[in-house]
Nanobody, 115 residues
């Protein structure tokens, strides 16, 4: 079992930056991929970014060039550096950790981009 705790959400002005963090605990040695998803009000949940155990990354087209996903040295932490934020980035952001074919989800952290 893997437990995920996100932090770093909050209110930011358009054009600003924010860094989300996610700490995994439990059976972290079995994690082969971690990522971030988001869900805006009235919209479906969507993939934002993901990173594999060998460091390969993938991003949604809407965040390419603005967001960067990375993993900590201990490999049980994942970060999402977000810059040039705009109101369309407002959503609840969820951390994920995939073990085999199963994906664990965090509780989510709210990011609000507004002036």
């Amino acid at each position: 079992q893997v437990q995920l705790v996100e932090s770093g959400g909050g209110l930011v002005q358009p054009g600003g930056s924010l860094r989300l963090s996610c700490a995994a605990s439990g059976s972290t040695g079995s994690i082969n991929r971690m990522g971030w998803y988001r869900q805006a009000p009235g919209k479906q949940r969507e993939m934002v970014a993901k990173i594999t155990s060998d460091g390969s990354t993938d991003y949604a087209d809407s965040v390419k060039g603005r967001f960067t996903i990375s993993r900590g040295n201990a490999k049980n932490t994942v970060y999402l550096q977000m810059s040039s934020l705009n109101p369309e980035d407002t959503a609840v952001y969820y951390c994920t950790a995939t073990v085999g074919w199963y994906t664990h989800w965090g509780q989510g952290t709210q990011v609000t981009v507004s002036s």
